[in-house]
C-alpha cells in the first residue's frame, strides 16, 4: 500500500514538472501563477523595477577624477589613483575642466552592492548604472573593471 502511494506522488510529480515545462515553454507570464519554481534564467527573465541598479557603463572621458564616487561608496570597491597632469588636459563633453589624469580606476564589481550612490553622486555622469543585468561570467577576474588614462 505504502508502496503504491509513492509511486502515484512520484507520477503526480512528474506530471506537475511537465506541465510546469510546458507552461515555460509557451511562455505563458510566470508571475500569475502561484508557485515556488526557479526561473529559468536567461530564457526566463524575472521583472526588473525601473529604478533598479544592475549595471555600470564609465566615460572615462567625462571623469575629472573628484573622488566623490570613492568616498560615497560603502562597500569600497572603487578603487583610483590620479595624477595631476603637467600639460593642460582637455575639458569633458559637459565642459568640466579637467586637471587629472587616471592611472588607475579600478571597479570590483564582486564588492559591489549595487546602491546606485555613484551614479548619483558624479557631478560629470560619467558613471551611470542602468537596469540591465547582461555580466554573466564565471570568472571572478572578468568582474574587476579597470580603466586607465596615460595622458600626461
Known amino acids: 500500500m505504502i508502496f503504491m502511494k509513492n509511486i502515484i506522488n512520484i507520477i503526480f510529480s512528474i506530471i506537475e514538472s511537465i506541465k510546469f515545462f510546458l507552461q515555460k515553454s509557451i511562455n505563458i507570464n510566470l508571475f500569475k501563477i502561484n508557485t515556488n519554481y526557479t526561473l529559468l534564467y536567461p530564457y526566463f527573465k524575472p521583472l526588473i523595477p525601473k529604478n533598479g541598479k544592475y549595471d555600470i557603463k ?10 566623490l564616487c570613492l568616498k560615497i561608496c560603502p562597500t569600497k570597491c572603487i578603487s583610483i589613483t590620479r595624477i595631476k597632469a603637467k600639460t593642460k588636459l582637455d575639458n569633458t563633453s559637459n565642459g568640466f575642466r579637467r586637471v587629472f589624469y587616471a592611472s588607475n580606476f579600478e571597479i570590483d564589481m564582486n564588492k559591489c552592492m549595487y546602491c546606485g550612490l555613484c551614479d548619483e553622486i558624479c557631478p560629470t555622469k560619467c558613471i551611470s548604472m542602468n537596469n540591465s543585468y547582461s555580466v554573466n561570467t564565471d570568472k571572478i577576474k572578468q568582474m574587476k573593471y579597470q580603466f586607465k588614462n596615460d595622458n600626461t
Open 58 to 67: 564609465i566615460n572615462m572621458n567625462n571623469c575629472i577624477l573628484c573622488q
